[in-house]
Every structure is written in C-alpha cells, then in structure tokens.
C-alpha cells in the first residue's frame, strides 16, 4: 500500500496535504476570475444586443450542447465516485470510473469538434472573419466571437483536466496514491469539477437564453 | 472521511441531470426575456452549488479553502458587475435590431466604432 511522502519543509503529513488543497483551492479561485472577465463581457454585450443575442443562441445546436452538459456532469459523478471508491480502498472500481471520466472528456471534444464544423460550414467564424451573410450584423458577431473565446478556453481546460486525471490514474495503477489521502486524485478531481460548474453556466448563456 | 456516502453521489448525480432536463424544457417556452434569464441562471447556480457541496466537498473542506472561493466569489460579482456597468454607460441605449446598419456600414477602427455608429444612428 502507498503512502504519502513527506517533504522537509513540513512539519507533517497533514499541514503538507493542507497546503496542497488550500493551493488547488487558490488556483481554482484564479481560474474563476479568468472566466469572470468573459462572463462579464458576455453579460455586457447581451445588454447592448439583445435580440442579436437571442436569434443567435437560438442558432446554436442546443441538443449537442445538452447532449455535451449531460456527458459533463455525469463525468463529475465519475471523478467523485473514483475517490470514494479509492477511499475505500477500492483502486479497481476507481480506475474504471476514471476511465469513463477520460472517455466522457473525450466524448465532449468530440461533440464539440462537430459543433465547430457545423457553424464552419455555414460561415460562422469569430470576429472578422465572420462570413454568414443571412445573419451579419454586429450583435451575432460579438455573440459568436464570445462563443468561441469562452468554448474555446474550456475546452482547453477539458484537456487539461484530461490530462491531469490522467496522471492521478497512472499513479493509482502504480500504486502511489495513498488510500487516506488521495491529494493528487482530490485536486484532479478538483479541477474537474471546476470545468463541470463553468460549464453549468455556459450552457444557458450560450444556448438557452434565446 | 468526507462523510458522504454513496447514496448522496448517485442522488445528486440524478438530481443534477433532472435539473438539467428542467432547465432545457423551461427554455422551451416562450417566458419573458428576463423571467427566463433569471429560471436558467437560478437552475445553473443551483446545480453549481450541488456540485460545489457534494462533489467538491465544500462544507467538509478546511475553513481556509472556504474563504479563498468565497474571495473569488466575491471578486468575480465585483469584476462582472463593473465590467457590465463601464459598457453599458458608454453604449446604451440598447441597440435594437431594426436601427443597425450592416456590418459594412461601421466606421473604421473596430467593433467599438461601429456601435458608436449604430447608437448615434438612432
């Protein structure tokens, strides 16, 4: 059975394990503030168009867009389910779990590639090179160039969060993760989470609100 | 340890997908713009704070975690709201879709131009 290394400069395992939680905590916090600047300007120009916003919201794919919330937050039931399952010293059941999670990730990229082809064929690019002439004015533009900064970024966080749970699985298959305290699982899992609850809130904003 | 068992995973796992299924039909109705705002951001901030609490564990979590999300928190109203208020003091009224002149029409300079153009326009 693993068990968690001390570092030097801590005086023991708890104030170690504290620190990198309080850490995961902080960074996630510095994230928020990153989409916040986004939500911000979203909320900003729905304000100055409104009807643009809606008729453009009502162009998106809203059933790829809830098919993509239904895989997100079943995945963050898989995270959460992993570390109970390693909590009770079940390593087999959680990295089945945190192979569904990396397959839902993966189905979530997916759905989205074809989101992007979809709106690609019909010309719809960010800012100038926005070529749906059914539908241009100023207003679908600065919705669309929104739609693809803010689902752009986090998807960049799916592969992200992808790639982390990734390495917690690797070191549960090799036994490195201590049965009573899963930090490194924890804080993937985590962040995980975080890229499900960001979500949560662009799926009305962008789909939804027509 | 976090003291939450499997039963409460798989309640809110459902509870969540319900919410969700909530959400889309509510969207389906034609509510008033701002009813409808306030119906899929309320659901949205509701299963947040499922997550938050159970998945996340945030009522078991360390006092000082607590504090660092209830700071983003906090900044992130801040950042949103003024954000909100610096543009539209400078671009209301609300552009309506009738008085918008085509993209090609917008003064040089960007996007900002060309709303200034659109507003004066009026």
Redesign the interface.
Known sequence: MARAQLAEHYEDLDKQE?AA??GM??F???E??LF??L???Y???R??????F??AAAHNH?LLG?LN??VL??S??C???AL?SV?AGNNRTALCMLAVTLGCGAAFLVIKGIEYGLHIEEGILPAGYYRMHAF????A??FFTLYYLMTGLHALHVIAGMSLLTWAGIALLRDRVDP?RPTLLENA??YW?LV??IW??L??LL???? | ??G?T?RT??I??IG??CL?AL??GS?QFHLP?LL??VI??G??TV??GW??L???HMLQ??P??RL??A???F??LL??????A???SR??P????AA?P??SA?LPGG?AA??RA?WRAQ
């Not at chain 1, 789909?207 to 027509?210: D, G, T």
């Open positions: 504290h939680r309080f905590w902080v996630l916090s510095s928020l503030l916040a600047a939500f911000g300007l909320a900003s120009y304000a100055v168009y409104p009807a643009d809606g008729r809203v809830t919330t239904v937050i079943s963050s039931f995270v959460a389910w109970h909590r241009d004015t100023p207003g533009r600065m009573t899992g985590l989470h499900d609850v949560i809130y799926w009305p789909y939804l609100l027509r | 340890m976090h939450i499997s995973y798989v809110t796992w969540l997908l969700t959400s889309f969207a713009v409808g705002e899929a951001l659901i949205a299963k947040a997550v938050l159970v998945f996340m979590s360390h000082g975690n660092a999300l700071s983003a928190g900044m992130l950042l949103a709201t003024l954000m909100f610096d543009v539209r671009l209301s609300p552009v309506s879709n918008q085509p993209v917008a996007e060309g709303m659109a």
